[in-house]
T-cell receptor, first 113, second 113 residues
Framework: ETGVTQTPRHLVMGMTNKKSLKCEQH?????MYWYKQSAKKPLELMFV???????ENNSVPSRFSPECPNSSHLFLHLHTLQPEDSALYLC????????????FGDGTRLSIL | GENVEQHPSTLSVQEGDSAVIKCTYS??????FPWYEQELGKRPQLIID?????GEKKDQRIAVTLNKTAKHFSLHITETQPEDSAVYFC????????????FGSGTKLNVKP
């Protein structure tokens, strides 16, 4: 299934670097989500975009900056991250009018040195 | 907000046995309950879901039951196979919240041949 595509799959960066994660969906959905998945923790919802408008910022530190230029694309810009930010970052999409299933990408495995 | 608890955190069964994973939720307004399977290094995939207007749903070897009064729902896998070994997540969602999902902490299922 290639409905939700995330790049890169793996990323190693230093704490002073700036990088971006990319998500693209080909399902015609109008809501997109960023999740953080750490070991032995529930999936943590970070951001929700509905019709390209951010509708949720779940107390996420400002070193994470999302961007949704259109309903098919979602970015997560990273800068001055901390070691505890190492995790799997998952993107998902769905129809905004829920409840509806969310479809996930394969995620980006992020390691902060 | 919604709080979803999931038990057990790990479950080992013999091939051919049944496996049951249980989740409870706190918000009586939640009305959609999906279950996701995540194999190691892969994306979460929807395996079955249930809405609050039904009490049970089956799809081959997988079934989900919902008790709205007690606010709990369960995943049942019959005739387990080693290929069923994965982490299973439950979630709860409601109407009018941009389709936000609240996930349980996951159950690691190990099916021994």
């Amino acid at each position: 299934e290639t409905g939700v595509t995330q790049t890169p799959r793996h990323l190693v960066m230093g704490m002073t670097n700036k990088k971006s994660l990319k998500c693209e969906q080909h399902l015609g959905h109008n809501a997109m989500y960023w999740y953080k998945q750490s070991a032995k923790k529930p999936l943590e919802l970070m951001f929700v975009y509905s019709l390209e408008e951010r509708v949720e910022n779940n107390s996420v530190p400002s070193r994470f900056s999302p961007e949704c230029p259109n309903s098919s694309h979602l970015f997560l810009h990273l800068h001055t991250l901390q070691p505890e930010d190492s995790a799997l970052y998952l993107c998902a999409s769905s129809q905004e009018r829920g409840p509806q299933p969310q479809h996930f990408g394969d995620g980006t495995r992020l390691s902060i040195l | 907000g919604e709080n979803v608890e999931q038990h057990p955190s790990t479950l080992s069964v013999q091939e051919g046995d049944s496996a049951v994973i249980k989740c409870t939720y706190s918000d009586s307004a939640s009305n959609y309950f999906p279950w996701y399977e995540q194999e190691l290094g892969k994306r979460p995939q929807l395996i079955i879901d249930i809405r609050s207007n039904v009490g049970e749903k089956k799809d081959q070897r997988i079934a989900v039951t919902l008790n709205k009064t007690a606010k709990h729902f369960s995943l049942h896998i019959t005739e387990t196979q080693p290929e069923d070994s994965a982490v299973y997540f439950c979630a709860a969602s409601g109407v009018g919240n941009f389709n936000k999902f609240y996930f349980g902490s996951g159950t690691k299922l190990n099916v021994k041949p």
